[in-house]
Structure formats: C-alpha cells, structure tokens
C-alpha cells in the first residue's frame, strides 16, 4: 500500500493533518513519539534530536557532526517504519529522503498565514506584523536546514507530489484530497519502489553501525550489497577498508561490502 509523508510550514499544522489523514485512511500514524526510543537506542539526548531536526548548525548550537549522527539515527528509525506500509509520517524530515521512491505521496501543507501569525500574537503578546516578520525568517531558516542537511529546499514544491494551501481550502477537504489521492495508479507500489525503499533502510542501518568512528562515510545499498565511500591519508587506508568492511558485514542483511577510499587531501597536507 501506499505512504503518505506530511510536510508542513508549521509542525502544528503538519501534526493535525497527519492524524486525521491516518485516521480518514486507517493508516498508522508516525511522528516524534519515536524519537524517545531513538534517543534511548543511541545515547543522545531527545532535545538533541528535535534540535537536529529544527536548526542549522551554529557556533552556539549543534555542530554539523552531531547534527549528522542525529539525522542518521532518525532516518534509520523512520524507514524502519515505512517500510511496514500503510503509514502517514510527519516531523521527522522523511520527505527528504525518500524523494525516489515512487509509492511515497509526498505532501506539502501550507498554513494560512493570518491564522498563524494571529496564533503566535496571541500565544507571544507580540502583534501580528512582527509575528509575519518572524514567519517570514523560520522560512529562511528551513530552507538553510533542508539545504545544508540534504541538499534539498524542502520549500520548493517540485519536491512534493502535492502542495495544499490551507488558506485556500479547508483542513477536512484537504484530508480527503491526500485520502482520494493514494488510489491513484502511481502510488502503488511495485516492485522496483519497494526495492529502492529496502534498500535505503538498509543503507541507513549500516550507516549508524560506521557513523561514530567513520562521520564522513557515504552509504548506498543494491539488495545485499554495499557500496560504502569514505576519506583517509594513504597510510591509514587499509586498515579503514578492513574496519569498515567488518563493521558493515556484521550488518543483517549484508552480504558483501565494497569499500571506495578518497584521498583526504587536508589531513595528507598537514
């Protein structure tokens, strides 16, 4: 069956359509109620995690390593829940990385932006221009995270199968659009999308067994193979390949490990 993955400008606004859609289509309904048992299964903190997931690396903030491992953790635990189908996901960025599969209705739900400055007025004291203001740059800021965490403007909407503006139509009329939508041919699955699904979870799995030892490892999965990318000076370029090959073998579901060495051409200089 179909997956339907809810992006939104506001995570409130994504929240709601996401429990009715899951409710309207009888689908099970993820969100960041998992990210308890991630934080426990990886030994970061909850408020690590929602962090990685809201804000761009700062000075002040996460850097962009921690940031990584904690997006690499998300991932691996939402895939893990997409790939039992018939899911609504939102909040956990799952938009961004499953871009090719072909069995994803990818949504994105814009709030009415009246009705939200006037929430955040009334939730701040402060008026409604400013609070227009301060929409305007969260925008800004999402588009920044998405870009530097994915490579993606999760603003853009040619990412998504399907934009609603919620000032244009209303939240029950946009639940049963994205409810009628997932009868549509193309978001059946067949055989080649469920095996790109597959493989990304795998890819994901292996990907959190290197990420503390290896932050820079790049992991892709055909089936049982692996194809794993990473940097190291020549002297240490065996040993990284034997390591990683016992790491990402020990993986379930792995059979073979091929291990792509470039040249850390800053770490060869100093």
Known sequence: MPIIIISSDSYNTGRKIGEKTAKATGYDYVDREILGPVAEKSNVREEKLIKALEEAPSFFGLSSKVRDKCL????EASLGQLLKDNVVCHGLAAHLY???VSHVLKVRVLSDPEELASQLSSESGGSAE????????????RKRWSLEA??????????YDMVINLSQIDPDEAVKT???MI?????????YSTRCLRNKELASRV??????RFPDVRVQADDSTIVVETKAIKRERQKRIEVIKELAGGVKGVDYVEVHVANNIFRQAA
């Open 130 to 141: 400013k609070m227009n203001k301060l929409l305007k740059r969260q925008d800004a800021q």
């Open 183 to 191: 009868a549509y041919r193309k978001f059946q699955p067949i055989t």
């Open 98 to 100: 499953v871009l090719d």
């Open 178 to 180: 994205i409810a009628d």
């Open 207 to 212: 990907r959190i067994v290197l990420i503390e």
């Open 150 to 159: 994915f490579g993606l403007d999760e603003t853009d909407p040619s990412n």
């Open 72 to 75: 690499a953790y998300i991932q």
